[in-house]
């Protein structure tokens, strides 16, 4: 019987089973060499795919992603109130979406970034958030932690 191997943003769960690393590199398939990941990595990739995409954007599953977008641009609900809206979509997400994970935490911290342009009087506001999930491995118990860091709307111009 042939080996199957399941995309890293896949949760198919079963015990040694090889991950392919995204994004693929389509320029070396040839005999079957494409890039492996860990499981760790694996759930790392998964994390941040439903961390960057929108509820609605994949056919069939709408409650797949985060309220990140639907919340990028609206500058009247309070930081701590955006925070908390973002830190329930994710465990949600996560907990239904990423089956490998329990006992799931979700950091959310929105604060705003100043970059001064040279050459121009100008300077742009951002947000950034800083995003960590920590939980335990259902397979071995052992702790899992991720954390990056994702830039938001210029808030002016």
């Keep these: 019987?042939?080996?199957?191997?399941?995309?890293?943003?896949?949760?198919?769960?079963?015990?040694?089973?090889?991950?392919?690393?995204?994004?693929?590199?389509?320029?070396?398939?040839?005999?079957?060499?494409l890039q492996r990941c860990s499981s760790e990595e694996s759930i790392a990739q998964h994390i941040m795919i439903l961390i960057t995409s929108h509820y609605g954007e994949?056919?069939?599953?709408?409650?797949?992603?985060?309220?990140?977008?639907?919340?990028?641009?609206?500058?009247?609900?309070?930081?701590?109130?955006?925070?908390?809206?973002v830190k329930k979509s994710l465990i949600e997400t996560i907990e239904r979406f990423e089956k490998r994970l329990?006992?799931?935490?979700?950091?959310?911290?929105?604060?705003?970034?100043?970059?001064?342009?040279?050459?121009r009087n100008n300077t742009h506001i951002r947000r950034k958030a800083q995003i960590s999930v920590s939980g335990k491995l259902k397979t071995n118990e052992m702790?899992?932690?991720?954390?990056?860091?994702?830039y938001i709307s210029?808030?002016?111009q």
């Design 1 to 33: 019987m042939k080996e199957k191997h399941y995309l890293c943003s896949l949760e198919k769960q079963a015990k040694n089973m090889d991950y392919l690393k995204v994004p693929l590199d389509f320029s070396s398939p040839i005999g079957g060499k």
């Design 58 to 85: 994949v056919v069939g599953k709408y409650d797949y992603g985060s309220s990140i977008w639907e919340l990028e641009f609206n500058q009247l609900v309070k930081i701590s109130d955006w925070e908390e809206n």
């Design 102 to 119: 329990k006992d799931i935490n979700v950091s959310v911290v929105l604060s705003e970034v100043d970059n001064d342009i040279k050459n």
């Design 143 to 150: 702790p899992f932690n991720f954390s990056t860091l994702i």
């Design 154 to 156: 210029p808030i002016s």
